[in-house]
C-alpha cells in the first residue's frame, strides 16, 4: 500500500505506512522506503529516526548461497 501512496504522490500517507510496517515486520527495503518518504517530506529529524530504525534491521544472509561449502565443485 505505501508503493502506492509513493506513486500516487501522497507522500505522508507513504510515510504513515511505511512507519506502521517497520514497527510491525522491519524490513530493509520498507525500512529505505520510509527514508525516502521522510526526505522528500523534507523532515530532517524524522529522516534521521527512519535511518537509525533502519540499521537496527538485522540483515538476511542467504547462508547456503555463502557458505564455503558452496564454492566447493
Not at 514497527?23 to 525516502?36: E, T
Not at 529516526?49 to 538485522?58: E, I, R, T
Amino acid at each position: 500500500m505505501g508503493q502506492l501512496y509513493l506513486q500516487t504522490g501522497e507522500i505522508e500517507q507513504a510515510c504513515e505506512t511505511f512507519e506502521s510496517i517497520m514497527q510491525d515486520v522491519p524490513n530493509f527495503k520498507d525500512g529505505a522506503r520510509l527514508v525516502s518518504c521522510c526526505h522528500l517530506l523534507g523532515d530532517v529529524e524524522k529522516m534521521k529516526k527512519a535511518f537509525q530504525l533502519l540499521l537496527s534491521v538485522p540483515p538476511v544472509v542467504d547462508e547456503e548461497k555463502y557458505s564455503p561449502a558452496a564454492h566447493v565443485r
